[in-house]
């Protein structure tokens, strides 16, 4: 199937939630732009640790983490990134497969730990006893809310640690450091510069600490930051970024900088070889152009197995020897978010071929209970379950009678093919709009003299049909009496901006043309194509086809019937016996303009003097005068408009109606099929 009518999935068995996905606003043309990405680790240097604060952070797990320096984000690459993201499979879904950020990733991207205890405990909704408890003093009410606290707090209060303290104060800045480490880089959030603490009971013992898989975390709050990124109402993503563009760097030549050093020079953990400022342009690179990239992206612009040739010396031996998890189709843990790891569906990331995955359990994401005091523990049971049979969950190696080219006719038909359309919506519009207006004229042309009823009624069918598309349309092609109406419409409209620019305040009232056929809603002859600013009627729109040939319902008239149709415009003298205050300021009451709106749509329209059998006026429709003391603008232009004596004015009232009617009766035919002109 063509992939500008359908670019997938053809089958919702995988993606069943593409309508809520980004992808599909992108197709609808709403683009909403880079994403704002919210990784807080600009000020992590400005934190001066005593060599004991460093040996604790290493017991505690995080000595590679605190390595990292702090990397400029490529903001439009994770945004297309996102954009192929599903969270039905957390995995991308590119061109040449599916592919994902898995343990052994993050184990040798980042150096932290994928094996041993989830990171789960107590939820708090209050920072002051958690924190006078673990790091001795309490933020006051400007930084802290909801169970979070601001990191610019921890980094004030305890990023110097005094070269006398005690052990205990050494403790408390360590805990404190390691609070500010995760809450900016691994479990970053999108609520500004907090972090949540209920961490920090589990770096109460720092080598307990370490037993913690705070990689397996890691992923778990990237996995669900992507999800949650990836549909179309969010404008912002968190998480681990410096791991997922470094992810992209190693495995996709898309964006990727030039390094200034060998990769013989690389130590661990390996996110480090994109440190500092690397060379290679990445101006004008915006959403659209990553997007473009990923959409043609080709198998030898992927790099599989990007870890090949670096060198394992400097891997650590317990970081070694837990990379089999890469593997593990587990529940991965980070309190209250739980995320399936699937690298069934991206097995060439282990140099495995790839065959058909298993289905994938549909799971809603829930919102848990995060109440002060609640140990998760007991609420995500069957997660932590999951968890503890890791090892035993390991995808074998050894598959048999694999045809990946099975796999790829799969795939392409329970995928997303590609996120941005080839052909931009407006040249699609256009396109659409001429071949509908091609329609229109062959039908038009069509010789239907030979054809019964019903296929003469056919053909007017389509007429119909192809009128209507075009509908409303700016731009659309009219035939030569149609420009010559435009024309007339122009002159009229131009002689009536003359007249009224002319007049300024001076008239408010009965304006001989301004109700005549009706409001494009109200029309007595039917519906009308708006061209620019005109109205302009569509032909046929009431055809009827007797046997013979096409007939309009309203049969047509000629030049000086369409001019005798239009009243006579009423004399300016008789308007004054209406009201003498007609030309007053434009501010006029409501019963005044209510009176002018009844004479100018009945008695115009049917031809009548508007002045006859009026008679009196009742009290009802007297008009207000304005205010002369508070109003001395408006007052000196009335008394100015009241000097010009009713013999001048009527005569301009006269020869501007006499130039339009000569106007209407030197056009060309204009022929009335069930519709109307009405002038703007």
């Known amino acids: 199937m063509d992939v500008l009518a359908n670019p997938g999935p053809l089958k919702d068995v995988v993606l069943y939630d593409q309508e809520k996905h980004v992808s599909s606003a992108v197709w609808d043309g709403q683009e909403r732009g880079a994403l704002r990405c919210h990784e807080h680790t600009s000020k992590l240097g400005e934190w001066k640790l005593k060599p004991k604060q460093v040996e604790l952070v290493e017991r505690a797990g995080f000595g590679y983490l605190r390595r990292i320096p702090a990397i400029s984000l490529d903001n439009p690459l994770i945004s297309a990134l996102v954009e192929r993201w599903r969270r039905e499979t957390n995995t991308f879904h590119f061109t040449i497969g599916e592919m994902t950020v898995t343990l052994e990733d993050i184990a040798l991207l980042l150096g932290l730990g994928i094996d041993g205890k989830p990171v789960i405990g107590v939820t708090y909704t209050t920072c002051a006893a958690v924190c006078e408890r673990y790091l001795g003093t309490a933020p006051d009410s400007n930084y802290a809310s909801g169970g979070m606290v601001k990191l610019s707090w921890l980094k004030d209060k305890f990023s110097e640690c005094p070269d006398d303290a005690s052990f205990e104060r050494v403790e408390r800045c360590t805990r404190a450091y390691l609070l500010y480490l995760v809450g900016s880089t691994i479990f970053s959030t999108t609520t500004g510069n907090k972090v949540p603490v209920m961490y920090l009971p589990l770096f109460e013992d720092f080598d307990d600490a370490g037993t913690f898989a705070w990689g397996a975390a890691a992923l778990a709050f990237l996995y669900r930051a992507l999800g949650n990124a990836s549909v179309k109402s969010q404008s912002t993503i968190c998480g681990c970024l410096t791991l997922l563009q470094c992810w992209s760097y190693y495995h996709l030549n898309i964006g990727r900088p030039k390094l200034n050093r060998e990769p013989v020079h690389d130590h661990f953990p390996f996110v480090l070889r994109w440190k500092g400022k690397q060379n290679g342009p990445t101006a004008n690179r915006d959403v659209v152009f990553y997007r473009k990239a990923l959409d043609a992206l080709k198998p030898y612009e992927v790099e599989w197995l990007p870890y090949e040739n670096m060198d394992g010396r400097y891997i650590p031996d317990h970081i070694r020897n837990s990379l089999q998890l890469g593997r593990s189709k587990t529940m991965l843990i980070s309190f209250d978010k739980a995320e399936r790891h699937l690298p069934d569906r991206c097995l060439k990331q282990f140099a495995l071929f790839q065959g058909i995955p298993e289905d994938v359990q549909k799971w809603v994401r829930k919102s848990r209970g995060v109440d002060g005091g609640i140990d998760l523990s007991v609420k995500m049971e069957s997660e932590l379950s999951e968890w503890e049979m890791r090892w035993e969950n390991i995808v074998p190696d050894d598959v048999l009678g694999v045809d990946e080219a099975d796999y790829m006719r799969w795939y392409l038909g329970v995928t997303r093919k590609i996120v941005g359309r080839p052909i931009s919506l407006s040249s699609e519009f256009q396109r659409t709009i001429s071949n509908v207006r091609d329609i229109l004229e062959l039908a038009e042309n069509f010789q239907t003299h030979d054809l019964d009823l019903e296929r003469g009624n056919m053909i ?40 009224r620019k002319g007049m300024g305040k001076r008239r408010k009232g009965i304006d001989p043309m301004e109700d005549y056929g009706g409001s494009e809603d109200e029309s007595q002859f039917g519906p009308v194509v708006e061209v620019g600013q005109m109205h302009l009627p569509l032909s046929h729109t009431n055809s009827v086809y007797d046997g013979t040939h096409m007939y309009d319902a309203v049969t047509k008239v000629d030049d000086m019937e369409l001019c005798d149709s239009i009243p006579q415009l009423p004399e300016t003298q008789d308007i004054s016996k209406i009201d003498g205050s007609l030309l007053d300021d434009a501010d006029k009451s409501f019963e005044d303009s209510k009176l002018h709106e009844e004479i100018g749509t009945t008695n115009v329209l049917s031809g009548e003097d508007p002045t006859e059998d009026i008679g009196e006026l009742p009290e009802s429709y007297d008009v207000k005068k304005e205010d002369k003391e508070s109003k001395v603008e408006d007052y000196d232009a009335a008394k100015e408009i009241s000097d010009v004596s009713g013999e001048e004015n009527a005569n301009r009232e006269e020869e501007d109606g006499t130039e339009m009617g000569e106007s209407i009766a030197n056009s060309s035919s204009l022929e009335r099929r069930g519709e109307n002109t009405v002038v703007a």
């Open 460 to 499: 007017s069918r389509i007429i119909n049909l192809a009128q209507d598309c075009l509908r409303d349309q700016v731009g659309v092609t009219v035939t030569t009496e149609s420009q010559q109406q435009i024309e007339l419409g122009k002159r009229m409209r131009g002689k009536e901006r003359v007249r």
